[in-house]
């Protein structure tokens, strides 16, 4: 099952390794800022994509797999947020490579240690996402950091981006940051993490349950339970907040 959902990112990697290896030139592979260029690219290839087809219900080649469709709040409302929360995420990393720089080697790698740093930002990531997440949902905290985002109900792609700024560096910027200093992986490691983040925003917040990518079922219930799912899975298992509920049906749709 989880490959079948995770198709597409394998596939994507695969074909990002090729390309850094045989396409890109050295100057490119070797500048801090690849994966944070190739993040922008991709998430807005993947958030645009989203808008259209979401502006395009009559075309069933895509509508059949829209199940959550609840927002109150547009895409386009949401679009000042969104970019103000990427301005401090430029300002981020530039604060980081400047003054930490870790995670940026470019010697010749393996394949195997791709894999294995990939496991350990997943894990860094899932960690520190988990509990930075949770203390959001304290009821202080909640009201004046994490409401804005939960006005979203995990419908529209951009809205995994819509929050309040303190609430985004919290749960979007520094779990990467705290992975990528604590383990300086391979620059090829970032890029094909950051490739992935760029694509998974949009797409557990899109509504949308499309073959062969992760389906947005758990996003939508931690929207909908509040206490559940707080972050990738791992933690979630260890302190029995997952929620595993498949949406079946299109009856969340306008719910």
């Known amino acids: 099952m989880w490959i079948t959902q995770n198709l597409l990112y394998v596939f994507m990697m695969i074909i990002v390794h090729?390309?850094?290896?045989?396409?890109?030139?050295?100057?490119?592979k070797h500048n801090m800022y690849l994966p944070t260029v190739s993040f922008f690219i991709i998430y807005w290839a993947t958030a645009i994509l989203h808008m259209v087809m979401d502006r395009t219900p009559q075309i069933t080649l895509w509508s059949r797999y829209k199940v959550i469709?609840?927002?109150q709040i547009?895409?386009?409302e949401m679009l000042p947020t969104v970019i103000l929360n990427q301005i401090q995420l430029v300002a981020c990393i530039v604060l980081y490579i400047h003054f930490i720089g870790r995670g940026y080697?470019?010697?010749?790698v393996s394949f195997i240690r791709?894999?294995?740093e990939?496991?350990?930002y997943y894990v860094t990531y899932d960690i520190v996402f988990y509990y930075g997440h949770r203390f959001l949902h304290w009821n202080g905290i909640y009201e004046r950091f994490h409401k804005k985002h939960h006005l979203t109900k995990g419908s529209i792609g951009i809205s995994g981006m819509y929050m309040h700024p303190f609430d985004f560096f919290l749960e979007s910027v520094?779990?990467?940051?705290?992975?990528f200093s604590i383990w300086n992986g391979h620059m090829l490691s970032n890029l094909l993490f950051a490739c992935v983040a760029a694509i998974n925003s949009p797409q557990s917040h899109g509504g949308y349950t499309f073959p062969f990518l992760p389906r947005p079922d758990n996003h939508y219930n931690h929207h909908k339970y509040f206490n559940k799912n707080y972050a990738l899975g791992i933690m979630d298992s260890l302190h029995e907040t997952v929620l595993s509920q498949p949406i079946q049906t299109r009856k969340h749709c306008n719910e």
């Open 105 to 108: 080697d470019t010697s010749d």
């Open 174 to 179: 520094f779990p990467f940051l705290v992975g």
């Open 18 to 28: 090729q390309i850094y290896y045989h396409v890109l030139p050295t100057q490119i």
């Open 74 to 76: 547009s895409d386009i």
């Open 69 to 71: 469709q609840q927002e």
């Open 118 to 120: 990939l496991f350990l």
């Open 114 to 116: 791709i894999i294995f």
